[in-house]
């Protein structure tokens, strides 16, 4: 009976995660959708991930409750763009979410790591095959990050950003130190499989 309830506020914790997250990047300066999309993937995408559709199903909430406000701007031989700007009440709603204590983990859910605990119901060499191409993986998204973290000090000072550098940059850096240690874990699992 509880599942049902644990679904409805997990899925609430994510919407309300993602406004607060949109407004955070709106407090940079006004942006698309689509430029909303890049930002995501180009600076939180190692604790926050979201959809074109989500973040423009977000940004119509937003802007219904009061907290963005959108105009459009017409482009030759294009579709409009609609900009997205943060308001005063925006503003308010980001800072009073900020201020807000943590009281809990943030709660994980990671299906490869579900199918390496059933990993003994199927044959070594497929479990061997997941982790090897989970650590590929790894290797690949570390490698993004490498290049987050070479750029963005040089971003930040194009953008005026000088005071959130330091705070961008720990949270590339906590995702770098995750992905290594993630990375060392899948090696010395794959070595001690291959030796048993």
């Not at 899925?11 to 997250?21: D, F, M, N, R």
């Not at 009281?103 to 790591?113: D, H, K, M, S, W």
């Amino acid at each position: 009976m509880l599942a049902p309830i644990y679904v409805k506020s997990y899925i609430w914790v994510i919407i309300v995660s993602l406004k607060h997250a949109l407004l955070g990047f709106l407090s940079f300066g006004p942006a698309t959708g689509y430029e909303l999309k890049h930002a995501f993937e180009n600076s939180v995408q190692h604790f926050w991930n979201a959809d074109l559709s989500q973040i423009y199903r977000a940004l119509e909430s937003l802007k219904e409750e009061g907290l963005v406000t959108m105009r459009v701007e017409q482009q030759e031989s294009k579709p409009p763009k609609h900009i997205y700007s943060l308001t005063k009440s925006g503003r308010a709603e980001l800072l009073r979410w900020l201020s807000e204590p943590i009281v809990e983990l943030p709660t994980v859910r990671n299906p490869f790591l579900l199918k390496i605990f059933f990993g003994a119901l199927l044959p070594r060499e497929i479990v061997l095959e997941h982790l090897r191409r989970f650590d590929q993986a790894l290797h690949e998204r570390l490698e993004v990050y490498k290049q987050i973290e070479a750029y963005l000090p040089k971003r930040c000072r194009e953008q005026g950003l000088h005071e959130h550098e330091p705070f961008l940059m720990a949270t590339v850096l906590l995702g770098m130190k995750n992905l290594k240690a993630t990375q060392q874990w899948c090696r010395e699992l794959i070595s001690e499989l291959e030796q048993r």
